[in-house]
């Protein structure tokens, strides 16, 4: 057994799941993360958000499991998970609150607006964007590999958008909202963004 599915399995027996149903929906969570279709949006992208969030409350590691579940052409994939992660975690017999804090963490996903999430749930929208701090190799190849996600796009639709959303952060006083995340990953984020939106000239 794996250390990820180790862990997954123990967040849910903490909250009493019968291991059945852990296993159960291990499996469909490690399935999700392998579809094919998937670059950047896999379970190595789960491992890196757990590893960011060492300390994080159960409310905010079900959100890491959870946030990006559903990730296809058809859109409204945050709400499609938020609603998988509420069955999932009813199921999983998790606390009714914690259950509309996790959804409310992964619809906020959609834009990285907290809203009136706080504390952890704000480092966790953090730890979400933390690939635009990375090096620039690593940015790079992240780059690619959301436009692999997207060859069903047309390359000016997709620049159009994807010009769109970087613009958007840039335009932003601070991308990241912590000053944990912020002083780790902010100037190369900003220098990240530029570099990509240069290639779109």
Known sequence: MSSLSEAFLELARRH???DGT?????REVE????EPHRRYHTIEHIRELLALLPDASDDVLAAVWFHDLIY???GANEERSADVAHEALTDLRYPRATVDRVTKMILATRDHDPGDLSGDAILFLDADLAI???PRTRYRAYADAIRFEYTWVPDDVFRAARDGVLRDF?????IYRTDVMRQRF????RDN???ELRGFE
Do not use: C, K, P, V
């Open 16 to 18: 009493g799941a019968d």
């Open 170 to 174: 840039l335009a932003r006083t601070f």
């Open 22 to 26: 852990a296993q159960a929906w291990w």
């Open 72 to 74: 296809d052409r058809r």
């Open 31 to 34: 399935s999700h993360y392998a």
């Open 186 to 189: 902010e100037d190369q984020a």
């Open 193 to 195: 963004i530029a570099w």
């Open 132 to 134: 635009l701090g990375s």
